[in-house]
């Protein structure tokens, strides 16, 4: 299961830089743009709902009270899903031609399909990771990222490939795996089993998640505001470019999180998550030195012999950020959830206090060293938050542990 979800994580990376070498550079863009797109959407507001629903299922031992929870979720992801879709449509020509300089009618509604495909998929692979069907959950997600890969970079091996055609397969391979592996256990009509209250829960759980997780991205993208005021529109290239290689830990780990989500509120029940807790957080600590070891010296040979040549100068910045991010991965797997489901004020609170001394920072670091001061003070800020938080984490996992015991 695990290794399924790192495969998850690793896959978009993958497509993303073997696009880059197969489209023309205006391409790529709008491809790239998608894959972010649907990738944030997913993440953010498809992730807030499931984490929602898993919270809910491992605070109830009872089979229908899980059920209803799980076609809650489904009802509120379908709905928002649809909207998305219906937005697109209509405004989707519009908003191309003013965000991405782009005529095309289909872009943005093949981005909220895939969205909408992939809300749907999450669903279900919630429904078998709240009932520990490991096996199951495993094969699914392997079987869906080793097609749509195929898809998409046996389109990619077309002579002049188009964002829009590829970024459909994204929509296309979800439901395709929920055919062939009959794998579809809500039923044709689970709209009966959904209660308001349920619904009324998870909006309550959302909201906070969602203004934890804005609040958060907005914080840790203030960098690249200060490169693009600060420095050249080339500079500012070659951090984005950067950026997109040193975050492949962090997407992976954050692939963990929802594998681990329901065992943290029985752990604290039964008293074990404090000891669980230290052993993920070495063992996570332990994966991220041996990746830093291996993998930044790895990160300079791959990626002048794998990626065009206009990547080779995000390299010395890509092998600062990854210590950032190398570091902030370890909040994915277990403490981002902890403090979510028990106080989810904390991030919103940390990253407001802090933002004021990000700004004098950046602006410092940018004017007196540039494009590398600046990415020194990110790895700086992710280190402090990550560390800040586990202490938070340790704390509020031990007053909860010993008012069960």
């Known amino acids: 299961?695990?290794?399924?979800?790192?495969?998850?994580?690793?896959?978009?990376?993958?497509?993303?830089?073997?696009?880059?070498?197969?489209?023309?550079?205006?391409?790529?863009?709008?491809?790239?743009?998608?894959?972010?797109?649907?990738?944030?959407?997913?993440?953010?507001?498809?992730?807030?709902?499931?984490?929602?629903?898993?919270?809910?299922?491992?605070?109830?031992?009872?089979?229908?009270?899980?059920?209803?929870?799980?076609?809650?979720?489904?009802?509120?992801?379908?709905?928002?899903?649809?909207?998305?879709?219906?937005?697109?449509?209509?405004?989707?020509?519009?908003?191309?031609?003013?965000?991405?300089?782009?005529?095309?009618?289909?872009?943005?509604?093949?981005?909220?399909?895939?969205?909408?495909?992939?809300?749907?998929?999450?669903?279900?692979?919630?429904?078998?990771?709240?009932?520990?069907?490991?096996?199951?959950?495993?094969?699914?997600?392997?079987?869906?990222?080793?097609?749509?890969?195929?898809?998409?970079?046996?389109?990619?091996?077309?002579?002049?490939?188009?964002?829009?055609?590829?970024?459909?397969?994204?929509?296309?391979?979800?439901?395709?795996?929920?055919?062939?592996?009959?794998?579809?256990?809500?039923?044709?009509?689970?709209?009966?089993?959904?209660?308001?209250?349920?619904?009324?829960?998870?909006?309550?759980?959302?909201?906070?998640?969602?203004?934890?997780?804005?609040?958060?991205?907005?914080?840790?993208?203030?960098?690249?505001?200060?490169?693009?005021?600060?420095?050249?529109?080339?500079?500012?290239?070659?951090y984005s470019a950067a950026q997109t290689l040193a975050q492949i830990p962090e997407i992976a780990a954050t692939y963990l999180s929802n594998i681990l989500a329901p065992s943290i509120n029985p752990r604290l029940r039964d008293g074990t998550f404090l000891t669980w807790f230290r052993k993920i957080t070495a063992a996570g600590a332990a994966a991220c030195l041996m990746a830093g070891a291996l993998g930044i010296p790895l990160m300079d040979w791959a990626v002048r012999g794998f990626l065009p040549e206009k990547a080779h100068a995000a390299i010395g910045l890509a092998e600062v950020l990854v210590a950032g991010y190398l570091v902030s991965a370890l909040l994915f797997p277990v403490t981002l959830n902890l403090l979510l489901f028990h106080q989810p004020a904390t991030f919103v609170r940390y990253d407001l206090f802090t933002v004021p001394f990000l700004l004098v920072g950046y602006y410092w670091a940018g004017v007196t060293f540039g494009a590398y001061g600046i990415a020194w003070v990110s790895v700086a800020a992710r280190v402090l938050k990550t560390v800040t938080m586990h202490a938070i984490a340790f704390s509020v996992a031990g007053r909860i542990q010993s008012a069960a015991e």
Not at 14 to 30: N, T
Not at 86 to 100: C, F, K, M, N, T
Not at 124 to 134: F, M, T
Not at 167 to 182: C, E, G, T, W
Request: with cysteine; aromatic share 8%; net charge positive.
């Open 1 to 238: 299961m695990v290794a399924a979800k790192l495969l998850g994580g690793f896959h978009s990376a993958l497509i993303s830089l073997v696009a880059m070498r197969r489209m023309e550079a205006g391409e790529f863009g709008a491809f790239a743009f998608g894959v972010v797109a649907i990738t944030v959407v997913d993440g953010v507001v498809g992730s807030a709902v499931d984490l929602g629903v898993l919270k809910r299922i491992s605070e109830s031992k009872a089979e229908p009270a899980a059920a209803t929870v799980e076609y809650a979720g489904l009802a509120g992801k379908v709905l928002i899903g649809s909207l998305l879709l219906l937005a697109a449509i209509l405004v989707g020509a519009p908003l191309a031609q003013a965000i991405l300089q782009r005529e095309s009618r289909f872009y943005f509604p093949v981005v909220a399909a895939a969205v909408l495909s992939l809300f749907l998929f999450r669903s279900q692979q919630i429904y078998h990771q709240g009932r520990h069907e490991n096996r199951r959950f495993a094969a699914i997600e392997a079987l869906q990222v080793i097609l749509r890969c195929a898809l998409v970079f046996g389109y990619l091996a077309a002579s002049s490939p188009s964002p829009e055609v590829a970024l459909s397969l994204f929509a296309v391979s979800p439901p395709l795996v929920l055919l062939v592996s009959r794998a579809w256990s809500f039923g044709i009509a689970p709209w009966r089993h959904v209660a308001i209250a349920d619904l009324q829960d998870l909006g309550r759980f959302v909201r906070g998640s969602l203004l934890a997780t804005a609040t958060g991205a907005a914080a840790s993208r203030i960098d690249i505001a200060f490169v693009g005021r600060l420095t050249s529109p080339a500079m500012l290239g070659r």
